[in-house]
């Protein structure tokens, strides 16, 4: 029975030619092989989700309905230390993704 190749992955680098004649690569093999950039880069990421997280925290905490619930968690200071270290980490990986 013929199979037609499988078409290829976009967020996949070439330097993985033997995951991507495969078809997929999980996440184990990922970070096995990924570089350095790319770790980095997927903490800057991690970091800019979590600044988004703490963004929508603080928005919900201001448009509270009662006033005397104010809440503990200092979400401005996260969501701006969690986004100039999740785009520093990412200035940082932008060079090392691109060159490959």
Known sequence: MFKPPLPPVWWL???YPAAISRG???VHEFLTFASEADIVGLW???M????VVSLIAERRRMKR???DRIGWVPWTNIFMISA???MGLLALAAKGILAG
């Open 24 to 26: 997929a690569m999980s």
């Open 44 to 46: 800057g990421l991690a």
């Open 84 to 86: 100039i270290i999740g």
């Open 48 to 51: 800019l989700v979590l600044a």
């Open 13 to 15: 680098p070439n330097r």
């Open 65 to 67: 309905t009662r006033i």
